[in-house]
């Protein structure tokens, strides 16, 4: 203590040295204040209800996964047992998921900006839950497609609703949206590597035709499907906390009714296409989306099945359990991919990692083309192609959180809607898989693993063209540094 304070210190009174030591040792207590914080934020409901959302939305996504690629499966089962099913045709049945994913995003990404996100966030698991059970107990067609457009309005329903609640609860923090953004491609990538890996088992182990409860079950392993999209609406039910969003009955808090609401709001969807950061950007996310649609949706069975193509090594090559242990290992590196880059994609323009993602692609099409015409799996070059193909994925990883955090910077003009506009991704997604899908099919009919990777060729090449066109407008990205200084600013 200098001389001063020590003089400072001797006029003080008894009460006032006591007040004076207390303020000097409370710098100390600071630690133990932040601890303190670090657990009420723990305890918080919002921050409970993220992590309810991010798991509960990877167990949906591992749910309907493995539920899509299993009936990929019983279609090979019902052509080759039952009744003849065609690539083309078992792409069009996939495809019907797409279609009512599509309208059901436009509708219910509207009606959660209405009514709160928990009850169609829940739905989704729900619907998920009857379109499996549908598909456990038939082999026709029609009631197959049914059971298709159903599982649809499963991610329908689920999807815009999620993202408008993780839109919701990053507004002004777009280094942690970009973060909450990667954590949520990461449980889509997650659900479909777990969902590879177990409806690959799930259809070894309960192929077709088996009788539980004096019930027959054409594909009982859809059953134990079942059960997972149980386990995901309870952990929505059990950790999901909503927003409050006005007086619940016929109007909101401003005495608009809900239906005046409603149109006003799909009126924004009409708003937001007619931006040019929409209307330039969508030819790129849906070309990408019918790419995800057609590997996702058409390889399995493509590769599964029968060998029908000479001079194609990987068609008719593997086991369902073997091929989807493969697609999971891919998952799994997309997945690590998408981890890394939302650590780093604040510091860099969107299109610039958008355009990476792309070349990475290019990448991919020539190696999975060298691996398709090797003479054998002994080959010398068959590990150095694998390797190749991996570093492309984590490459290309970074794509889909550019993306969708490109999508929720664009919700800030429509800060009342985000449900509805973050319900683009939906749209987008459900548009470009079932082109992808139906138009695949014809492809791998046509010239097997070979003609899926033609039409990967040209939707690669539509994205680049949009994305090389969106970036002569996107501004510069602002360095992290910069942006939390305008923020603390504000």
């Known amino acids: 203590m200098s001389e001063a304070d020590q003089q400072a210190s001797a006029a003080m009174g008894p009460a006032e040295s006591a007040a004076a030591a207390v303020r000097v040792a409370e710098p100390l207590k600071i630690p133990q204040r932040r601890r303190r914080s670090l657990w009420r934020r723990l305890a918080n409901p919002l921050v409970r209800s993220l992590i309810a959302v991010l798991i509960g939305t990877l167990i949906l996504r591992l749910a309907s996964h493995a539920m899509g690629q299993m009936t990929q499966f019983y279609l090979d089962h019902i052509s080759r047992s039952y009744y003849h099913i065609s690539h083309t045709t078992g792409a069009y049945v996939i495809a019907a998921f797409f279609i009512t994913e599509l309208l059901g995003s436009l509708v219910f990404g509207t009606m959660s900006d209405r009514y709160g996100r928990r009850l169609f966030i829940i739905m989704g698991p729900v619907l998920g839950l009857i379109a499996v059970q549908i598909t456990a107990m038939t082999s026709a067609l029609w009631l197959l497609v049914f059971a298709r457009l159903i599982a649809g309005l499963s991610t329908g329903s689920s999807v815009p609703a999620t993202l408008g609640y993780i839109s919701d609860a990053t507004v002004g923090r777009p280094i942690l949206r970009a973060r909450v953004i990667g954590f949520f491609e990461i449980t889509l990538v997650g659900g479909i590597a777990l969902g590879a890996v177990v409806g690959g088992y799930l259809w070894k182990f309960f192929p077709n035709e088996q009788t539980f409860a004096g019930i027959r079950f054409m594909s009982p392993a859809f059953i134990f499907n079942g059960l997972i999209f149980i386990l995901s609406a309870a952990v929505f039910a059990w950790g999901l906390r909503d927003v409050k969003r006005g007086k619940s009955g016929d109007v909101d808090q401003n005495g608009i009714s809900h239906s005046a609401a409603a149109g006003r709001t799909l009126g924004h969807y009409y708003d937001a296409f007619k931006s040019r950061s929409i209307w330039m950007f969508s030819p790129a996310w849906i070309s990408v989306f019918a790419i995800v649609g057609m590997w996702t949706n058409v390889s399995a069975r493509l590769f599964t099945g029968h060998k029908q193509y000479e001079g194609q090594l990987l068609t008719g090559a593997v086991s369902p359990e073997k091929f989807e242990n493969g697609f999971a290992t891919l998952a799994i590196f997309f997945a690590l991919g998408v981890l890394a880059w939302s650590f780093v994609l604040a510091r860099y323009r969107k299109t610039s990692v958008m355009l990476v993602g792309t070349l990475a692609l290019f990448g991919l099409i020539v190696t999975v083309c060298a691996l398709n015409h090797l003479e054998s799996y002994s080959s010398p070059f068959y590990y150095l192609l694998l390797g190749l193909l991996l570093i492309g994925v984590l490459v290309l990883s970074g794509f889909t959180p550019a993306a969708l955090t490109y999508l929720a910077d664009v919700t800030e003009r429509f ?66 540094s910069i942006k939390l200084a305008v923020q603390g600013s504000v």
């Open 415 to 480: 800060t009342e809607n985000r449900g509805s506009i973050m319900g683009l991704y939906s749209v987008f997604l459900g548009v470009g898989q079932f082109l992808g899908t139906s138009i695949g099919g014809y492809f791998a009919e046509w010239n097997g693993v070979d003609g899926l990777l033609m039409l990967s060729a040209i939707f690669g090449a539509i994205t680049a063209v949009s994305l090389l066109a969106l970036r002569r407008r996107e501004p510069p990205a602002m360095p992290p």
